[in-house]
């Protein structure tokens, strides 16, 4: 019985972490959250339930966050229609963030004695509940100032795209999303490492710094794509 709740708990925050990850990426880039709640719920609780799968059934925890990387780009690429680049753009620069702020809750349990450096080995537990729920939580509140007051960047257009339209990979925005999702994807299997070697210092260094990158290459699609809208304004008022 004390296994069956065990498992349950952990299904159940898996799922709030889950749904706290889409909710950051898609508030992140002005996406909405609710006209896609029914697609999110099955994603969601699909994750929590192969999260469990490889962290306590099959005991292979460290290929269990690339995985679910690689599973959220194919959500967002074939669960909500957005492009392929920008969709692992997105992703990776939403994970990067609640990454970060894992990490600023863990160092703070750490320093406060709630959570030991040891603790990334564990699956349950208060020291791993406490960081998820307080994790969640931050999130959850990020995203709703984000909402409310419509922070984040917008260059990401909300689905159906036309994806028998070329695409140029070869645009200086595309370029910049491309390497942001090659940084974003180093930094993932930098972070497997560092956790399971305990040096959480560095780790947020690191995740830091990728997540400058992905705010920098951000602007900068916003600044792009306002700069063509524009120029096409411009053409078609010439035209007229």
């Known amino acids: 019985m004390f296994h069956l709740l065990s498992a ?3 299904v159940l925050l898996g ?3 889950a749904l706290a990850s889409v909710t950051l990426v898609l508030k ?3 996406l909405p959250l609710f006209e896609y709640r029914k697609r999110i719920l099955v994603y969601v609780i699909v994750i929590a339930l192969f999260s469990y799968l490889m962290r306590v059934v099959i005991g292979i925890p460290k290929l269990d966050l690339p ?3 690689i599973f959220m780009i194919l959500f967002f690429r074939f669960g909500l229609g957005v492009k392929t680049h920008l969709a692992a753009f997105a992703t990776g620069a939403g994970l990067t963030v609640y990454i970060n702020l894992q990490l600023i809750v863990f160092i703070f349990a750490n320093w406060f004695g709630i959570a030991r450096p040891e603790v990334i080995h564990d699956t349950d537990g208060f020291p791993i509940y406490f960081i998820q729920l307080f994790s969640t939580a931050v999130v959850f509140l990020i995203s709703f100032v984000m ?3 419509n922070f984040g960047f917008s260059f990401i257009l909300q689905p159906p795209y036309v994806f028998l339209k070329g695409e140029s990979y070869l645009s200086s925005l595309n370029k910049m999303l491309i390497v942001g999702v090659l940084i974003s994807a180093i930094t993932i299997s930098i972070t497997l490492y560092m956790l399971y070697n ?3 210092i560095g780790l947020l260094s690191i995740s830091l710094f990728t997540f400058g990158i992905s705010y920098f290459f951000s602007e900068k ?3 792009k794509d306002a700069r063509s809208g524009i120029e096409a304004y411009r053409g078609s008022d010439k035209e007229s």
Do not use: I
């Open 198 to 200: 305990s040096n959480a």
């Open 147 to 149: 909402s409310k007051y």
């Open 8 to 10: 349950l708990l952990y």
């Open 67 to 69: 995985l679910q990387y």
């Open 28 to 30: 992140l880039y002005k």
């Open 15 to 17: 799922v709030f972490d």
């Open 221 to 223: 699609g916003d600044y």
